[in-house]
């Protein structure tokens, strides 16, 4: 296994791949809004953590990506990981793999949030690495928001990764649920308000019936 907490205040075996760089800091530094207050591997602002600050400059948009090659041959891995990020949905935290001389491939996909300051997890599985396999996780900015993304206690794992122990209904599958069809109602994913002040929420990804 692999595994980086950033407490060194390095990124470790992950290398720079665009001209805006993922940024290793704490809250100590951390701008309201703009930086994660506290880092997740002790839970304050003394730890560290790598993040992307995103200004509101209403420019084009641009990526951050951070990369590692130093995969082994021959057996199933798990990317394992906590993230933050509090910034416009139109701004994607994504995991790309490329395997060999392939494609590289979007292999997980989170768009922004409102949940600042709150870390959550996700793992996904590389499968079997059969050449020079190739990781790279990208934050696909577009600038008209002020916020950031952030990750942390990135671990690569032996093995396939555990069955998701909390759905939170972000990825279109959400969860492998399927609505029964012999009941009276049928749930339905959904984001953001309703056109019913009596269902749904105001912000977030939810299940509703």
Known sequence: ????????????????????????????????????????????????????????????????????????????????????????????LNVYMQNGTAEHTNIWRRPGTTARDQWTHSSVNLGVNHGTAHLSISAAVVPRSTGYVAIDDVRILNGACPSARVCDFEDDSICGYQNDATADFTWSRHKGSTSSSTTGATNGMFKRK
């Not at 560290?48 to 951050?64: H, L, M, R």
């Not at 057996?75 to 509090?86: G, K, N």
């Open 1 to 92: 296994a692999f595994e980086w907490d950033f407490e060194d205040g390095t990124l470790g075996d992950w290398q720079q791949e665009e001209q805006t760089p993922w940024v290793v800091a704490s809250g100590q530094t951390a701008v309201y809004g703009k930086a994660p207050l506290a880092d997740h591997t002790r839970q304050n602002v003394l730890g560290k953590y790598a993040y992307v600050p995103i200004d509101a400059t209403g420019g084009p948009i641009y990526y951050s990506t951070i990369g590692i090659r130093s995969i082994p041959r021959g057996v199933p891995y798990c990317l394992d990981f906590w993230y933050q990020a509090f910034i416009s949905s139109d701004t994607v």
